[in-house]
């Protein structure tokens, strides 16, 4: 709890954040870092990462870099080894870094399948295990996977990010369930269509368009929409939250015309 009601509602707590070099990653862990968390940015783009640690730094937040691949199980073990040796605890992860390709089923390779798998979907149970022991020895923690609205659609051309996606609920609500008697708490984000670097990649201006005229609310997603539903997960305001897909989508999953 804090001290006072003007002391930000993660103080003193620790956070890794993966894929914070740009995008939604880098958004979350900018606005952890304002909640007053002190933030590990894991990402491969190690230039990009000190970035946002150097405008977290600027802006007189605690912040570390790390440069690393979230498919490989040793890089998010040692940097939440470094954030509980440096700031003393670890409460909170972020798994959100993905490789991402599109394409129809006859065009899916074996290089970009494992890839996916091993970045979106693998990267979480490692990021899981390497969080739980020292969110125990916390008293507790909460963690956020990163899901997408891709779960639940069925979107042509995109079936194995909305595999990965749907695997990444299945993982969260089960991790929940087994890590909730040690006080953490496992929650995922389905994020709507939000114009980043990855989803310039994949998808262009005409479908943007056609996703925007089907959204509820008649825009994309922001950055911002996505980080401040990740504050809310981390903090004790969703204490008695665990096991929640929180769709932040402006409604289209929802939404039948
Ligand atoms: N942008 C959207 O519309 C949208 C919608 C739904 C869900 N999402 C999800 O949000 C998350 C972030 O998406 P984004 O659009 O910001 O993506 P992005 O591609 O712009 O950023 C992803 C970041 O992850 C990093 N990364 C990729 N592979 C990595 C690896 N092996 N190890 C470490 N870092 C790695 C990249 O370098 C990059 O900095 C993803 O999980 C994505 O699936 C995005």
Request: hydrophobic share 50%; glycine share 12%; proline share 4%.
């Given at each position: 709890?804090?001290?006072?009601?003007?002391?930000?509602?993660?103080?003193?707590?620790?956070?890794?954040?993966?894929?914070?070099?740009?995008?939604?990653?880098?958004?979350?862990?900018?606005?952890?870092?304002?909640?007053?968390?002190?933030?590990?940015?894991?990402?491969?783009?190690?230039?990009?990462?000190?970035?946002?640690?150097?405008?977290?730094?600027?802006?007189?937040?605690?912040?570390?870099?790390?440069?690393?691949?979230?498919?490989?199980?040793?890089?998010?073990?040692d940097?939440?080894?470094?954030?509980?040796?440096d700031?003393?605890?670890?409460?909170?992860?972020?798994?959100?870094?993905i490789?991402?390709r599109?394409?129809?089923?006859?065009?899916?390779?074996?290089?970009?399948?494992?890839?996916?798998?091993?970045?979106?979907?693998?990267?979480?149970?490692?990021?899981?295990?390497?969080?739980?022991?020292?969110?125990?020895?916390?008293?507790?923690?909460?963690?956020?996977?990163?899901?997408?609205?891709?779960?639940?659609?069925?979107?042509?051309?995109?079936l194995?990010?909305?595999?990965?996606?749907?695997?990444?609920?299945?993982?969260?609500?089960?991790?929940?369930?087994?890590?909730?008697?040690?006080?953490?708490?496992?929650?995922?984000?389905?994020?709507g269509?939000?114009?980043?670097?990855?989803?310039?990649?994949?998808?262009?201006?005409?479908k943007?368009?056609?996703?925007?005229?089907?959204?509820?609310?008649?825009?994309?997603?922001r950055?911002?929409?996505?980080?401040?539903?990740?504050?809310?997960?981390?903090?004790?305001?969703?204490?008695?939250?665990?096991?929640?897909?929180?769709?932040?989508?402006?409604?289209?999953?929802?939404?039948?015309?």
């Amino acid at each position: 709890m804090p001290n006072s009601i003007l002391e930000p509602r993660l103080a003193g707590k620790v956070a890794l954040v993966t894929g914070a070099a740009r995008g939604i990653g880098r958004e979350i862990a900018l606005r952890l870092a304002r909640e007053g968390a002190a933030v590990g940015v894991l990402d491969l783009k190690a230039e990009l990462a000190e970035d946002t640690v150097d405008t977290i730094v600027q802006a007189g937040g605690r912040a570390r870099a790390f440069a690393g691949n979230v498919a490989e199980r040793q890089s998010l073990v040692d940097a939440v080894a470094a954030l509980e040796a440096d700031y003393g605890r670890f409460d909170i992860l972020v798994n959100n870094a993905i490789w991402v390709r599109y394409g129809p089923l006859e065009s899916i390779t074996q290089e970009a399948l494992d890839r996916m798998l091993a970045t979106g979907f693998s990267s979480i149970v490692w990021g899981m295990q390497a969080a739980a022991p020292a969110m125990v020895r916390a008293g507790g923690g909460s963690i956020i996977n990163i899901a997408s609205v891709a779960g639940y659609l069925a979107m042509p051309g995109a079936l194995v990010y909305c595999g990965v996606k749907a695997g990444v609920m299945g993982l969260t609500r089960s991790a929940s369930a087994e890590l909730g008697p040690q006080g953490i708490r496992v929650n995922a984000i389905a994020p709507g269509s939000v114009p980043t670097p990855g989803v310039a990649v994949n998808v262009d201006e005409t479908k943007m368009q056609g996703r925007i005229e089907r959204t509820p609310l008649r825009r994309l997603g922001r950055v911002q929409d996505i980080a401040g539903a990740a504050a809310f997960l981390a903090s004790a305001d969703a204490d008695f939250v665990t096991g929640e897909v929180l769709s932040v989508d402006g409604g289209i999953t929802h939404a039948f015309s």
